[in-house]
C-alpha cells in the first residue's frame, strides 16, 4: 500500500489532471445510464465508502507516529505562497495532491440519485469536517504536519469532483434530451 501511494504521489501533475477529467466522466456516464437502477445508490454508497478510506489511507493510515513531526501550520495558502516565493515544484504537488485525496468522493457523490436526501452542501460540509477530523489526528498521535492548507485543498478536491462529474452528467443529460426530440 505504501509503495502505491509513493508511485502515485510521484505521478506527474498533467497525468493526475487528466485523471480528474477521465474519473469525472466516467461517473457521469454511469449516473446517466444507472441512476434509475434499483442497485445504483447501494454500489454508489461502496464506490462512496471506498474513497473514504482512501483517503484515510496515505494521511493516517500509512503513517508512523513519531516525536518530531507534530507541527501545526495555520496560515493559508502558506504552500501556495511558499511555491511562489522559491519556485520549488513540490509545493505546488502537494497542493494538486490534497485534492486528488478528496476528489473521487465529490465524483461517488454525484453519482447518488435523487432517492438520496443528501444536499449537495451537506456534502461539502461532511468533506470539511472529514479533512479537519483528518488534520487533528495526525496532530495529536504525531503523524505530520498539520495544515490549513491540507483542508482547503482537501475540501476543494471534494467540492470539484462533484460540480466537474455533475456538469459532465448534466451535458449527456441535456444532450439526450436534444436528440429524443430530433427523433420525435
Known amino acids: 500500500m505504501r509503495h502505491l501511494i509513493r508511485n502515485i ?6 497525468v493526475v489532471l487528466l485523471a480528474f477529467v477521465v474519473l469525472s466522466l466516467l461517473c457521469a456516464v454511469y449516473k446517466f445510464l444507472f441512476q434509475s437502477k ?16 482512501m483517503a484515510l489511507g496515505p494521511s493516517i493510515l500509512t503513517r508512523f507516529a513519531d516525536a518530531y513531526t507534530r507541527e501545526l501550520a495555520l496560515e493559508p495558502f502558506r504552500s501556495i505562497k511558499l ?11 502537494v497542493l494538486v495532491m490534497n485534492m486528488a485525496m478528496f ?10 440519485n435523487k432517492q438520496v436526501n ?22 495529536i498521535f504525531s503523524l505530520g504536519v ?9 475540501t476543494l478536491g471534494a467540492v470539484l469532483g462533484y460540480l466537474i462529474t455533475f456538469l459532465f452528467y448534466k451535458m449527456f443529460e441535456k ?7 430530433l427523433e420525435n
Not at 511555491?83 to 504537488?93: C, K
Not at 465529490?106 to 453519482?111: K, S
Open 9 to 14: 504521489y510521484c505521478m506527474d501533475k498533467g
Open 38 to 53: 434499483k442497485f445504483n445508490n447501494s454500489l454508489v454508497g461502496v464506490a462512496f465508502a471506498f474513497c473514504v478510506a
Open 175 to 181: 444532450s439526450a434530451k436534444g436528440n429524443t426530440k
Open 146 to 154: 498539520s495544515e490549513t492548507d491540507d483542508v482547503i485543498f482537501n
Open 118 to 139: 443528501i444536499k449537495p452542501w451537506m456534502f461539502f460540509c461532511f468533506s470539511f469536517l472529514l479533512s479537519v477530523a483528518i488534520e487533528t489526528v495526525q496532530y
Open 83 to 93: 511555491y511562489f516565493h522559491t519556485g520549488y515544484e513540490e509545493w505546488l504537488r
Open 103 to 112: 476528489y473521487p468522493l465529490g465524483c461517488a457523490f454525484a453519482c447518488f
